[in-house]
């Protein structure tokens, strides 16, 4: 069964602080895994799109790294900012002829003062 | 300004009524998507339209009808065989079919159930 699944659930943090956020997935065939930021009440804005064949990427304090052998993923963010308070959601997207999506719950942060 | 946009931000139902939500999209996207968003879990695809005058089921389609008219729209009928409507309603348009291609989402539509 095609699954993502997302560590933590929760996560407070200081300000200015880093943390890594989880990605485990269970997809075949793999297309590509992305991370999105969502803010409460508001769509999903994509942060970093990974491909197969790509170990690492980054977007600004944002940077992705995938292991397809592990099928692992994770969400690293430096110096958080308060802005930074939102879900990261973990989405595979796998190959099966209608090019599917598959969401994690994703892991809801919050950046204190 | 190019983007995807849901209307209403908020809805409310009574029971037993149908209630329709707008996605519009000017990228030029071929795909539109619909999903639910309920705390705790991941998004759930209701329908998807891959071109113009077609469309297919996706994981939770019963009590949800769509239509593809047009490329630049995808709305979404919640009707009254839907037993729980209370969600988060999110629609999303892709362009193209490679592995990088983007997803767009819209801002969501909240509906409640009165």
């Known amino acids: 069964k095609n699954q993502v699944e997302q560590s933590p659930q929760s996560l407070i943090i200081l300000e200015g602080k880093n943390c890594t956020l989880q990605?485990?997935?269970?997809?075949?065939?793999?297309?590509?895994l992305r991370w999105y930021k969502q803010d409460t009440g508001r769509g999903p804005v994509s942060l970093t799109i990974m491909t197969f064949s790509e170990n690492t990427k980054s977007n600004g304090r944002y940077t992705a790294t995938l292991d397809a052998d592990t099928k692992q993923s994770s969400l690293h963010i430096t110096a958080s900012q308060l802005s930074d308070s939102a879900s990261y959601i973990c989405?595979?997207?796998?190959?099966?002829?209608?090019?599917?999506?598959?969401f994690g719950t994703g892991t809801r942060l919050k950046v204190l003062a | 300004d190019g983007g995807i946009t849901q209307s209403p931000k908020y809805l409310f139902r009574k029971e037993g009524q149908n209630v329709t939500l707008s996605c519009e999209q000017n990228?030029?996207?071929?795909?539109m998507y619909w999903y639910r968003q309920d705390p705790g879990q991941g998004l759930r695809l209701i329908y998807y339209?891959?071109?113009?005058?077609?469309?297919q089921k996706g994981d939770i389609a019963e009590g949800y009808s769509v239509s593809r008219e047009k490329k630049e729209s995808f709305p979404l009928t919640v009707t009254s065989a839907q037993k729980n409507p209370t969600a988060f309603y999110l629609c999303a348009s892709r362009g193209g079919t490679g592995k990088g291609t983007e997803a767009f989402f819209g801002q969501g539509t909240r509906l409640t159930v009165v």
């Open positions: 990228l030029n996207h071929d795909a």
């Open positions: 989405v595979v997207s796998a190959t099966s002829g209608t090019y599917k999506y598959i």
């Open positions: 339209s891959q071109i113009v005058n077609d469309f």
């Open positions: 990605c485990n997935y269970t997809v075949s065939p793999f297309s590509n």
